[in-house]
């Protein structure tokens, strides 16, 4: 497989994963968000609330935060420190910036990784004792669930940054690139 396969490859797979991702974490935010409102009305205006409310907005918002934490790392704006990297730019120290890439890239792809393989024992055992939120009306493995999947595609998409990053060290482009502002180290 030469390399202009592997970049359509990987491109097409951030693509999807930014496409899927960021628009149900869009779209359950936007759901969310109106029915906190809805909430709020319900209780300052009209008296009433679901007991389980507050559950759902937590529940449904941490659900699209963890969806949207692999799109921000498709983006490479995850852990940004712009002005750190424009300092070490203006004073040339290009190979630092190309291996801090690769460093970091490597760090969240582990990172993640190894918090998706625990997580599966999490789920497992969340579905065992029929763990429930605080409100006890919402099931808390389908919320486990998402989270591993937003950590498990995070670290796929920086598998593949590790990837990109070593052969655009190898071909020497960290002296012609310019800093992005949102580059991940």
Known sequence: M??????????????WIEKI??????LLMIGVTLFALAEIFRRYVL????EWGQDA????TMCS???FICVTQINRGHLVMSAFLQLLSAYSFHRIIGLAKIFVSTVVCIFCGSLTFTSISTIQYSIKINE???SLFFLMWPFH???????????????LQIIEDVH??????HFREKIELSTDV
């Open 47 to 50: 008296g009433v609330v679901f």
């Open 145 to 159: 669930t998402c989270l591993a999947i937003g950590l498990g595609l995070m670290s796929i998409v920086a598998f």
């Open 65 to 67: 935060v963890a969806f």
């Open 21 to 26: 991702l960021g628009t149900l974490s869009a």
């Open 57 to 60: 907005v937590i529940y449904a």
């Open 2 to 15: 030469n390399w202009k396969t592997f970049y359509n490859i990987s491109d097409q797979i951030k693509y």
């Open 132 to 134: 429930l939120t605080e």
């Open 168 to 173: 655009s060290y190898i071909k020497g482009d």
